[in-house]
Nanobody
């Protein structure tokens, strides 16, 4: 079964940047759509960004995310990334990567495998 491990979270000041990584094992990343989700304190888990397994198309939950975050994948390294810039306090939460076959979407119920998450805290 596919396993995912997130890393790269931490404490960052507003306006700062972080790059999250998701290492996939047990299968070939190129076979899957991969998405990043986050869960803020007291909130439901929400999809953030998704990247297709085929044409590399990307999708984002909001314009704000689209303008500040970049999702990418390195299939040879079996690793996906979420490059986050201009971070805001509202970006605070636990970030999860998830994979599924088929098409991109940002609905958590469609995803088969999840990592354990990495904490992102944006605070001065």
């Amino acid at each position: 079964q596919v396993q995912l491990v997130e890393s790269g979270g931490g404490l960052v000041q507003p306006g700062g940047s972080l790059r999250l990584s998701c290492l996939v094992s047990g299968d070939t990343l190129r076979s899957y759509v991969i998405a990043w989700f986050r869960q803020a304190p007291g909130k439901e888990r929400e999809g953030v960004s998704c990247i297709s397994s085929t044409d590399g198309s990307t999708y984002h939950i909001t314009d704000s995310v689209r303008d500040r975050f970049t999702i990418s994948r390195d299939n040879a390294a079996n690793t996906a990334y979420l490059q986050m810039t201009s971070l805001e306090s509202e970006d605070t939460g636990i970030y999860y990567c998830a994979v599924r076959p088929g098409r991109c979407n940002l609905l958590s119920s469609f995803y088969d495998s999840w990592g354990q998450g990495t904490q992102v805290t944006v605070s001065s």
